[in-house]
C-alpha cells in the first residue's frame, strides 16, 4: 500500500482500501510533480545507458565462443541471461516512458493539486461525505469544511509544492483552496446535470 495514501487514510478515519483503490483509478496516481520528474527523467537516462553497456558487451561476447562455452560448461549461459536483462531493461524504459507521458503535473503544480482534491472528493463520496467548499468568515485562507481541511492535509502529504520562481525559494505547498473550489464545483455541476 502506498504510504502517502495510508497517512491520508488514516488522518481523515477513511478505510485504506478504498483508499489505495481510488489512488489506483485517479489522476493522481500517474501524476508527478517537478523534481520526481527530474529523477525519473535522470534513472531513464542511466537505464538506458546501462542497456547499451549491455548490448555492446553482449555483442563482444558472441565473438568469444570459448569464454561462453566455459560459463555454459559450469553452469551459466551469459548469453541468454544478458538477453533477458536486456528485455527486462527494455519493459523497465518502455513504463518510466510511458509514466512520464501519462503524468499530470510535470512542473505545473496547479494540475496535480487539482489531481489531488479531485481524489479527496472521490474519498469523501466513497464515505457518503459531503463535498462542501468554504471558507472562515474572518479569514479566506482557512478551510471552513471537513472537504477544505482535507485536501489542505492531502496536498501537504502528497507534497504538491507551487513551482518556485528560483533555485534558491523555499517550497511551500501549493494553496488547498482553488483545487478544493473547483472539485467541489465540478462535484455540484455533475449532479445538476444528473437531474
Known sequence: MDTKVRTLANHLGFDPMVAQKLYF???????IDGPERLELEAALSAIKSLKRSLTKANNKLKQHGVL???FKYNGYDLLAS???MEAGLTEITAFGEDKLKAETSGTKANKRAHAVAKYVAELFLAHDLNVGFGVQPLNANE????????????LSIFKVYETPQSDFETLKIVNWKWPAQ???KALRNTKTNKK
Request: glycine share 4%.
Open 25 to 31: 483509478e485517479s489522476d493522481l496516481f500517474n501524476s
Open 143 to 154: 478551510p471552513s469544511t471537513p472537504y477544505g481541511r482535507a485536501v489542505r492535509e492531502a
Open 182 to 184: 473547483a472539485s467541489a
Open 82 to 84: 544478458m538477453k533477458d
Open 68 to 70: 561462453t562455452a566455459a
